[in-house]
């Protein structure tokens, strides 16, 4: 759609939001520190070697509302054997495994990382508005992609984007990242002809019609079949 522009929701996380961590052992049970309330968790990465941490869940769910996977965090860490002695890295959310039947974060990932060098990072999609195309029965909404990657400073990076499908009041019509206006210092990684998302044609569900079936073709194969039955029954065998 030529003109499009779609907004950016730019949420900057500024590094005074921190989580606090405290260094664990291999000797830790991993149910005893989820039953205290805790999340297993590990940090790597820049100017820093794996370390296996644990989080305060409820923390950690806040900041993650707030930070998601694409802001940056500032992570205390602390030793429980060594009073008054603490590390601070500035860290992504890398990955998380989620209990399937609960829903809430079993481990951790975190990323440490050089605020003053760009990182790519996954930015979630977020939809807004309705789309008049589909609203006025003309075609379907399609959303074809819920995240796209972006690369600039940690500073810079943006939470989430918003696309308001509002703007797809045609049949056929579409939007793609090349519609995207990124803050400046930072730079689209998905192509820009991507499709985020389009208005489909309504598909007709087909029925298939009942055939008759013709009684009178299958008691004449029935008929047929007991006279060449009878006929072999009445050759001699010489």
Do not use: C, W
Not at 28 to 42: S, Y
Not at 160 to 167: C, H, M, P
Not at 207 to 221: F, G, K, N, R, W
């Amino acid at each position: 759609m030529k003109g499009l522009q779609i907004e950016l929701f730019n949420v900057i996380i500024p590094l005074m939001n921190k989580l606090t961590a405290t260094m664990r052992s291999k000797a830790d049970k991993l149910a005893l520190i989820r039953t205290n309330g805790m999340i297993p968790a590990v940090v790597y990465g820049a100017r820093v070697e794996n370390t296996m941490i644990s989080v305060s869940s409820i923390d950690f769910e806040k900041i993650l509302k707030v930070a998601g996977e694409s802001s940056a965090i500032v992570l205390e860490v602390t030793d429980p054997t060594k009073k008054d002695a603490s590390k601070k890295f500035d860290v992504l959310i890398h990955d998380m495994q989620v209990d399937p039947i609960r829903g809430f974060p079993t481990h951790v990932d975190f990323l440490a990382i050089d605020i003053n060098k760009p990182v790519e990072v996954t930015i979630p999609i977020e939809f807004t508005g309705i789309a008049p195309a589909e609203k006025g029965g003309l075609g379907v909404l399609v959303k074809v992609l819920h995240e796209v990657d972006v690369e600039g400073l940690p500073k810079d990076l943006p939470h989430n984007i918003i696309v308001d499908v509002s703007t797809l009041a045609n049949l056929d019509d579409q939007i793609h990242i090349k519609d995207i206006a990124l803050p400046k210092g930072v730079t689209m990684k998905t192509h820009e002809d991507e499709v985020i998302a389009l208005i489909a044609p309504v598909k007709e569900e087909e029925v298939a019609e009942a055939v008759p079936v013709d009684l009178s073709s299958i008691e004449v194969e029935k008929k047929g079949k007991k006279e060449d039955d009878g006929a072999e029954g009445s050759e001699k065998v010489e």
